[in-house]
């Protein structure tokens, strides 16, 4: 049963840095796009960053670009998202998700989020003084 757990979200000033953790279990690796959603409450889930497992090719949208980096250790089975310069408008709770890798990273990060097959849990964060 292939799952996803993330970790690290929590309360941080304005300016500060969070790093969250997507573990991933029975997934097959090599066609693999792992993607940080975030989601605020009556809203659409919004792409943040997205890495292609297999070469590592990620995609960053305007709203973070330059602040946050995505990686992935495949040796873990598990996929980063750094956070820096943070922002109150970064609160949010933030989900990543799986899905079998078709296209581009960048495309695969702006379809509708219905297309992902597999969410974890979701992890707030929260940026205030």
């Known amino acids: 049963q292939s799952q996803l757990v993330e970790s690290g979200g929590g309360l941080v000033q304005p300016g500060g840095s969070l790093n969250l953790s997507c573990a991933t279990s029975?997934?097959?690796?090599?066609?693999?796009?792992i993607g940080w959603f975030r989601q605020a409450p009556g809203k659409e889930p919004e792409g943040v960053s997205c890495?292609?497992?297999?070469?590592?090719?990620?995609y960053y949208s305007n709203a973070v670009k330059g602040r946050f980096s995505i990686s992935r250790d495949t040796a873990k089975n598990t996929a980063y998202l750094q956070m820096s310069s943070l922002k109150p408008e970064d609160t949010d709770v933030y989900y990543c998700?799986?899905?079998?890798?078709?296209?581009?990273?960048?495309?695969?990060?702006?379809?509708?989020?219905?297309?992902?097959?597999?969410w974890g849990q979701g992890t707030q964060v929260t940026v205030s003084a």
């Open positions: 998700g799986a899905v079998t890798s078709w296209s581009t990273v960048e495309v695969m990060c702006n379809m509708p989020k219905y297309e992902y097959e597999h």
């Open positions: 029975g997934f097959a690796l090599d066609k693999l796009i």
């Open positions: 890495i292609d497992v297999n070469n590592g090719n990620t």
